[in-house]
Nanobody, 126 residues
């Protein structure tokens, strides 16, 4: 069974940076499609960034493109989210997700992921 653990959240000021990490453990025969999602109080969960198994393809939510960068370790199912120029509207709980099979290169729909972490809180104050 695949297990995901996020780390790196915290409380910061507007304009600051944070780096989130997600480590996958368990039964994975290869690198997997992975992604970051977030949910703010009173709002729907939304995709933030996703990355394909090779790390060469990525996709971002429009309002984080240019500020956030998703990356992964080349040989491990470890994923990172470098967040810069953070804004109060980035405040949310951030979740790591993985698909157990790499049959889809770039997974952009939450329902196509079948392993989720418990999340890490990011709070940005103005």
């Amino acid at each position: 069974q695949l297990q995901l653990v996020e780390s790196g959240g915290g409380s910061v000021q507007s304009g600051d940076s944070l780096r989130l990490s997600c480590t996958a453990s368990g039964r994975a025969r290869s690198t997997l499609p992975m992604g970051w999602f977030r949910r703010a109080p009173g709002r729907e969960r939304e995709l933030v960034a996703v990355i394909n198994p090779s790390g060469r393809n990525t996709y971002y939510l429009d309002n984080v493109r240019g500020r956030f960068t998703v990356s992964r370790d080349g040989v491990q199912n470890t994923m990172y989210l470098q967040m810069t120029d953070l804004k109060p509207e980035d405040t949310a709980r951030y979740y790591c997700a993985a698909r157990r099979y790499n049959d889809i290169d770039l997974v952009t729909r939450a329902q196509d992921y079948d392993a989720w972490g418990l999340g890490t809180q990011v709070t940005v104050s103005s």
